[in-house]
């Protein structure tokens, strides 16, 4: 048997809290991320995820709260769901989108996302 993965890296001005842990299936990035070379930090996060992706997953839950991010995070957020939502089990992972109601420009972008899922469960969570 394989040791379930986990990664956990604190999150810096530049770049968010990452938090991967495969035994519980869950997943959390927190913070800002506008990193200058943003592929590069997403590299281990998007190698993990395909890699699950391609198991016979039982769930994944995914907290995203990002409160500030660059343009190519939006793009690697963006695969990252899509990959998601074509996965064989799309339909256990669940997105928590989640901000705060004054962030509305987090808000829009999580409206957008939501609009190009078809199988996954994306939440919208607005907190005051």
Not at 21 to 40: I, P, Q
Not at 59 to 72: A, G, I, Q, R, V
Not at 73 to 90: E, G, I, P, R, Y
Request: charged letters at 30%; a negative charge.
């Amino acid at each position: 048997m394989t040791k379930a993965f986990r990664l956990e890296r604190e999150k810096t001005d530049l770049t968010p809290y990452v938090l991967i842990d495969e035994e519980n299936r869950y997943m959390k990035l927190e913070g800002e991320s506008y990193h200058e070379n943003v592929l590069a930090f997403f590299k281990d996060i998007n190698d993990w995820l395909a890699a699950y992706l391609a198991k016979n997953y039982d769930s994944l839950t995914f907290d995203c709260e990002l409160k500030y991010f660059s343009s190519s995070t939006v793009k690697v957020l963006l695969n990252m769901f899509l990959d998601m939502d074509n996965s064989k089990n799309a339909v256990n992972v669940t997105v928590n989108w989640i901000t705060t109601k004054k962030n509305e420009i987090i808000i829009e972008c999580g409206e957008d996302f939501k609009e190009d899922i078809k199988n996954i469960k994306f939440n919208l969570i607005i907190r005051d």
